[in-house]
T-cell receptor, first 116, second 110 residues
């Protein structure tokens, strides 16, 4: 099992460009998450999807959109990138479903994004 | 919303010294998780604590959950260079997602 995979690993964008970060998991998990990590800020939740077909905003959703394409895949889109979105982006998944207890989150390797 | 404070933000130790990081919440927690992130890597789950006063050990790592379930600590005995990284605690948010502390970055001088 590959666990959680993310593409690309690195990306450089110019201000105003758009891009989609891809995430897939092969653990049959219900829930998937997108975080951004900035120095001194820890991990901040952007969006999450508790189950296929549902998405919810996290702590810092502005400037991002997500799509839960199917149970395996959860993508994050930047429509018009800004320098403030320079960060490391992590996708994670867990077996947590609605009404269940928190479960372990498994993280992908991350995407290092720079917006010039 | 739910928040968790983690201290210290940074800790520099000599190899062989002990290390402790603390997480504190203003509200009672249902459980708390701990993660480790190596430099350049991604967070990896270490452990989950559920019971009041719970103490769990993993080799040189000791995890404690406070009696009131409002605080937790991770203690490393006799640090090694392999312990380098950032340690995060994480608690459950109101919508079932995890809320992470800002982490304690540990550096170990050989």
């Amino acid at each position: 099992n590959a666990g959680v995979t993310q593409t690309p690993k690195f990306q450089v964008l110019k201000t105003g460009q758009s891009m989609t970060l891809q995430c897939a998991q092969d653990m049959n998990h219900n829930s998937m998450y997108w975080y951004r990590q900035d120095p001194g800020m820890g991990l901040r939740l952007i969006y999450y999807s508790a189950s296929e077909g549902t998405t919810d905003k996290g702590e810092v959703p502005n400037g991002y959109n997500v799509s839960r394409l199917n149970k395996r895949e959860f993508s994050l889109r930047l429509e018009s990138a800004a320098p403030s979105q320079t960060s490391v982006y992590f996708c994670a998944s867990s077996s947590l479903g609605r009404g269940t207890r928190t479960d372990t989150q498994y993280f992908g390797p991350g995407t290092r994004l720079t917006v010039l | 919303g739910q928040q968790v404070m983690q201290i210290p933000q940074y800790q520099h130790v000599q190899e062989g010294e002990d290390f402790t990081t603390y997480c504190n919440s203003s509200t009672t927690l249902s459980n708390i998780q701990w993660y480790k992130q190596r430099p350049g890597g991604h967070p990896v789950f270490l452990i989950q604590l559920v019971k009041s006063g719970e103490v769990k050990k993993q080799k040189r790592l000791t995890f404690q959950f406070g009696e009131a379930k409002k605080n937790s600590s991770l203690h490393i005995t006799a640090t090694q260079t392999t312990d380098v990284g950032t340690y995060f605690c994480a608690v459950r948010g109101s919508q079932g997602n995890l809320i992470f502390g800002k982490g304690t970055k540990l550096s170990v001088k050989p």
